[in-house]
C-alpha cells in the first residue's frame, strides 16, 4: 500500500476502535478484565474480552457468557454493574471484584471437568465446554497445587 494511503485508513480505524471503546453499551467492564488478568496471571493474548462475553457479538451487557453472568450474579457485585467506562473503581470495589471470582474458582461453569480457575489458569476458556485443558496439563497442574496446599497445611 502506498505511504500516503495509510494515515487515512489509520483514523478510520482508530475512529472504529475509538467508538467501540468509549460508547457505552458497546464496551465490557476492562477494569474487571484487568481483575482476572492479574488474579490469573494473564497477558493480552489470552485475557480478553471473551473470557465473560460471547466472542463474535462484542462485549456487553447483552453478551455475557455464562462466566459473565456467574460473576455478575455473585454477592457485592451488584453496586458495581452499569457502571460507564469512565467510572473508576476504587481498592474496596476492585476488591469485591475478587472475592467474587476466588468464589468461582472451584466452579466448572461449562461443565467439562475443568473448573473455572485451572481453565483461568492453564488459558482455556471456563464458559465453553469445546475449550478444555489436555488432560496432561490438567493433572500436572492439579499436582502442583495439591503440593502447595501440602506445603502450606504443614507450614501452620
Ligand atoms: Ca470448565
Redesign the pocket.
Known amino acids: 500500500m502506498p505511504k500516503r494511503r495509510i494515515g487515512p485508513l489509520m483514523a478510520v480505524v482508530g475512529g472504529v476502535a475509538w467508538l467501540g471503546w468509549f460508547a457505552p453499551e458497546a464496551h465490557g467492564q476492562k477494569a474487571f478484565l484487568n481483575v482476572a488478568r492479574g488474579l490469573y496471571g494473564q497477558d493480552a493474548s489470552y485475557g480478553k474480552c471473551h473470557l465473560c462475553h460471547e466472542s463474535r457479538r462484542g462485549p456487553n451487557r447483552q453478551t455475557l457468557n455464562d462466566l459473565g453472568k456467574a460473576l455478575q450474579g455473585m454477592d457485592g457485585m451488584q453496586p458495581l454493574l452499569g457502571k460507564n467506562s469512565s467510572y473508576a473503581f476504587n481498592a474496596q470495589e476492585l476488591q469485591a471484584v475478587v472475592d467474587a471470582l476466588k468464589k468461582l474458582d472451584t466452579a466448572?461453569?461449562?461443565?467439562?471437568?475443568?473448573?473455572?480457575r485451572?481453565?483461568l489458569l492453564l488459558k482455556?476458556f471456563?464458559a465453553d465446554?469445546n475449550s478444555?485443558p489436555a488432560a496432561a496439563a490438567l493433572e500436572q497442574l492439579r499436582a502442583l497445587e495439591a503440593k502447595r496446599a501440602a506445603e502450606g497445611a504443614g507450614k501452620k
Do not use: S
Not at 110 to 116: H, L, P, Q, S, V
Open positions: 466448572d461453569t461449562d461443565g467439562d471437568g475443568a473448573t473455572n485451572e481453565e482455556t471456563p465446554a478444555k
